[in-house]
């Protein structure tokens, strides 16, 4: 069974850097794309940065030149770097994978859990 667990949330304070992380276990295969979302307080869930697998990287406007997403392949993680973070980063955090299984272009996509991220005035 294919898990996705987010780890290295917390709370920080204005300016400050976090760096999350998202860990795959349970594929024999690599995952074609691998995203973050976020859902702040009240508000919908919304897009923050992707990864391809050959390395090609997305970011959201919001957080382009403060956030960087990377993964390591070898090790079946994902990670977010966030820096200069900003009360409105405030969310809950997710990671999102999703590999194409078939020459139809059909694909599975699996979700974590959501680390929680809080930045403080």
């Known amino acids: 069974q294919v898990q996705l667990v987010e780890s290295g949330g917390g709370s920080v304070q204005t300016g400050g850097p976090l760096t999350l992380s998202c860990v795959v276990s349970?594929?024999?295969?690599?995952?074609?794309?691998m995203t973050w979302y976020r859902q702040p307080p009240g508000k919908q869930r919304e897009y923050v940065a992707a990864?391809?697998?050959?390395?090609?990287?997305n970011y959201a406007d919001s957080v382009k030149g403060r956030f960087t997403v990377s993964s390591d392949n070898a090790k079946k993680t994902m990670y977010l770097q966030m820096t200069n973070l900003k009360p409105e980063d405030t969310a809950v955090y997710y990671c999102?994978?999703?590999?194409?299984?078939?020459?139809?272009?059909?694909?599975?996509?699996?979700w974590g859990q959501g680390t929680q991220v809080t930045v403080s005035s």
């Open positions: 999102y994978a999703d590999r194409v299984v078939n020459v139809e272009g059909d694909t599975v996509t699996f």
């Open positions: 990864i391809g697998s050959g390395g090609s990287k």
């Open positions: 349970g594929s024999r295969f690599s995952m074609d794309t």
